[in-house]
């Protein structure tokens, strides 16, 4: 559902297996913002996120994506290096709000 949205609203988004390969992705294609979904077979979003953060250069905004919502889920995914933090399934208006947060985040750190 979030990739039909994104594209809906013009960006372009490429889906991956596992977290693995969302790293690799990263590294090949050097994207702006990554929705990352924690629970993903062989490498979870927790350890592809510090991957791409031990990686170094220009880094992404990462979101993390997920289904859980228990207390504490949200502090261990800013610790794991992500950004920020939705829950599945989200409204619309949620995903929006921090699709324009780290847009205007990240032109503001351009100037």
């Known amino acids: 559902m979030a990739?039909?949205?994104?594209q809906r609203l013009g960006y372009q988004a490429e889906l991956v297996t596992n977290g693995q390969a969302a790293a690799e992705m990263w590294k090949k294609n050097g994207y702006d913002l990554i929705?990352?979904?924690?629970?993903?077979?062989?490498?979870?979003?927790?350890?592809a996120t510090k991957i791409?953060?031990?990686a170094g250069g220009s880094q992404p905004v990462i979101i993390?994506?997920?289904?859980?919502?228990?207390?504490?889920?949200?502090?261990e995914c800013l610790q794991a290096g992500m950004d920020d933090y939705i829950?599945?399934?989200?409204?619309?208006?949620?995903?929006?709000?921090?699709?324009?947060?780290?847009?205007?985040?990240?032109?503001?750190?351009?100037h």
Not at 90 to 97: D, G, M, P, R, V
Request: hydrophobic fraction near 40%.
């Open 64 to 75: 993390a994506l997920t289904a859980n919502a228990l207390h504490g889920d949200r502090e």
């Open 35 to 47: 929705l990352m979904d924690v629970q993903m077979p062989e490498t979870d979003g927790m350890e």
């Open 87 to 110: 829950c599945k399934p989200f409204e619309l208006h949620e995903l929006l709000a921090l699709l324009q947060k780290w847009s205007v985040k990240k032109h503001q750190s351009y």
């Open 3 to 6: 990739t039909a949205v994104l």
């Open 52 to 54: 791409i953060r031990r």
